[in-house]
């Protein structure tokens, strides 16, 4: 039987004491993902495995709501990241589909800087910080996240549960 959540995990006790799961893929997904690492081969058996288990692979599982900023036909799948030793960048408009020709144009936007080009999951927070060595640097990805997956700013630990959960609701009623 497949797990589906009814609401945000909230962690009681320890350094995230507080903080849901669902806001934890935002600002420190590295956290949630060494924990991850640990469960990822075995049965979850508490609510909490479970969870974890459910929202990391959700969080490699939820498409843009944007089109690619290349061809304006297909959705985007990757963003580009420009970078320097000292600092990074990223744009909602430095998006594309997987069609080779965008891929190239998006590529060709930072001809003079290092770049690379991330497909939108979660997991490319890892990179971000593997690139400029700051775990801090996700909360930038984050915002680039948020403006591309439509999520508000103020966003509540149930809102951003919902666009976990509502990618899985919709993926099993295809």
């Given at each position: 039987m497949t797990y589906l959540p009814e609401k945000p995990y909230v962690y009681k006790e320890g350094r995230m004491r507080g903080m849901s799961m669902a806001r934890l893929m935002f600002e420190n997904y590295s956290f949630l993902h060494s924990s991850y690492l640990s469960i990822k081969d075995i049965n979850p058996t508490s609510e909490k495995e479970k969870h974890l288990k459910w929202i990391i692979e959700r969080g490699e599982n939820r498409p843009p709501l944007e089109k690619c900023k290349q061809c304006y036909v297909l959705m985007a799948v990757r963003f580009l990241v420009s970078?320097?030793?000292?600092?990074?960048?990223v744009s909602p408009n430095l998006i594309s589909c997987d069609r080779s020709e965008?891929?190239?144009?998006?590529?060709?936007?930072?001809?003079?800087?290092?770049?690379?080009?991330?497909?939108?999951?979660?997991?490319?927070?890892?990179?971000?910080?593997?690139?400029t060595g700051k775990e801090s640097s996700q909360m930038i990805l984050s915002g680039l996240y948020k403006e591309i997956f439509n999520i508000p700013k103020n966003a509540t630990d149930e809102d951003l549960f919902k666009f976990f959960l509502e990618g899985s609701l919709i993926n099993t009623h295809r």
């Open positions: 970078y320097s030793k000292n600092r990074f960048f965008c891929k190239k144009k998006l590529m060709d936007q930072v001809k003079e800087a290092n770049g690379i080009s991330l497909n939108f999951v979660f997991s490319s927070m890892l990179k971000i910080i593997e690139i």
